[in-house]
């Protein structure tokens, strides 16, 4: 099958709504990996429910996305509509992850500040939100960055539960017009063209913040 540079210039405006839905997915879910993931890491310092904390979120971190997608998705009330399930799914499977970096932030907080905390006497939420956390995530701006770009990367995955991401429309276009190489070529492209520059990005943060 020869390419057909006209069918492919047709078909852009389909593929880029599609990239519309997936950004849409990838930023929704990040933020709910992010605040998701800071809660697991808190928690888990909680003597009494954190091991729970713990199993729940490495049993999730353990099993595949696609698996957890599909398990959610027959089993999600019928009012849920696929992105919800995509965006609610890539949340919190990427939380597991988050949760990580973020325990990894607070456990590299310098002891000595710990410990002018207590000598000062601070209430507990000032001494994490005014000194712990502040200095935690600091840290971990390039790690939590890097999963921003793999969650990109893991959106095709919800062509699985019918979201209509660009995979899905590629799908669906090749299926209607028996013209495949055209519609994945242009989705590989349209992937690189936002995760080069977003890679980039998260070097440089890597660089800025290596020192800290």
Same mark, same amino acid.
């Given at each position: 099958?020869? &390419? ?27 933020? @709910?990996?992010? *605040? ?18 713990? +199993? @729940? ?16 998705? $027959?089993? /999600? ?10 965006? !609610? ?12 970096? $973020? ?6 907080? +310098?002891?000595?500040? &710990?410990? !002018?905390?207590? !000598? ?7 001494? &994490?939100?005014?000194? #712990? ?26 062509? /699985?539960? =019918? ?6 429309? +590629?799908? =669906? ?9 055209? +519609?994945?070529?242009? #989705? ?7 995760? *080069?520059?977003?890679?980039? *990005? ?7 913040? !290596?020192? *800290?």
């Amino acid at each position: 099958m020869m &390419w057909d540079t006209e069918f492919a210039v047709g078909i852009l405006p389909q593929l880029l709504e599609g990239l519309v839905v997936t950004v849409q997915a990838t930023l929704l879910g990040y933020a @709910v990996a992010l *605040v998701l993931g800071l809660a697991v890491a808190l928690v888990r310092r909680v003597r009494v429910v954190g091991p729970i904390v713990f +199993a @729940v979120f490495e049993f999730i971190r353990s099993t595949p996305l696609l698996v957890q997608l599909f398990f959610v998705f $027959y089993l /999600a009330p019928a009012n849920l509509t696929p992105l919800t399930i995509g965006v !609610a799914v890539l949340g919190v499977h990427y939380a597991a992850y988050t949760a990580e970096v $973020y325990r990894s932030g607070i456990e590299g907080v +310098a002891k000595g500040q &710990w410990e !002018a905390c207590r !000598a000062l006497s601070l209430p507990p939420l000032r001494v &994490w939100g005014a000194v #712990v956390l502040p200095q935690a995530i600091r840290k971990v701006i390039p790690a939590l960055g890097n999963y921003l770009i793999a969650m990109f990367k893991d959106t095709p995955l919800l062509f /699985a539960i =019918t979201v209509h991401e660009m995979m899905f429309v +590629a799908d =669906t276009i090749g299926s209607e017009t028996f013209r495949s190489m055209e +519609a994945y070529t242009l #989705v590989g492209l349209l992937f690189l063209l936002v995760s *080069v520059p977003s890679a980039i *990005v998260i070097r440089r943060l890597e660089r800025r913040y !290596a020192a *800290v």
